[in-house]
């Protein structure tokens, strides 16, 4: 799992170094809409049947389904970002959010955040119906 969020924030990081130099040439996309694949559900959940069997494919199932809730970790951030938007205390919300990164027992909150969003749409629930938010300046 920390090697997950370690790509993703050095993914985060070079791109804000090359924004600021002019060398990104692409926008950088709304991390916020971004989802997973339904099949990546099915993985984890083959992955995670998988890890009670012992020896080498024990281990490796043990590793893919560490690495597949750390996505579903980042996505419940996506669902925070978006549902806090709006929110007065966003702040609040989200250090205690990013805080979670680092204490590991805690980061199932925000897996279980990110498979209920894959599971029911939380972000498209929230956003139907409100205008498109304004783009940064």
Same mark, same amino acid.
């Given at each position: 799992?920390? =090697? =997950? @969020?370690?790509?993703? $924030? ?15 040439? *692409? /926008? ?9 694949? /339904? ?21 490796? @199932? ?11 970790? $980042? +996505?419940?951030?996506? =669902? ?22 680092? +204490?590991?027992?805690? !980061?199932?909150? +925000? ?10 749409? !939380? *972000?498209? %629930?929230?956003? %139907?119906?409100?205008?498109? /938010?304004? /783009?940064?300046?």
């Amino acid at each position: 799992m920390f =090697v =997950v @969020a370690t790509l993703a $924030l050095n993914l985060w990081l070079a791109a804000k170094i090359a924004a600021i130099s002019g060398l990104l040439h *692409r /926008p950088w996309p709304d991390v916020t809409s971004t989802g997973l694949p /339904p099949m990546t559900l099915v993985a984890l959940s083959v992955a995670l049947a998988f890890c009670f069997i012992g020896g080498t494919p024990g281990v490796l @199932a043990q590793i893919v389904a560490a690495a597949l809730m750390m996505a579903y970790a $980042l +996505l419940g951030l996506a =669902v925070l970002h978006t549902v806090t938007r709006t929110s007065k205390s966003r702040v609040v919300w989200l250090t205690c959010a990013y805080g979670m990164l680092l +204490l590991l027992p805690w !980061i199932i909150l +925000l897996v279980a955040l990110g498979l209920a969003d894959a599971a029911f749409g !939380i *972000r498209q %629930r929230f956003l %139907r119906g409100k205008p498109p /938010p304004l /783009p940064a300046a």
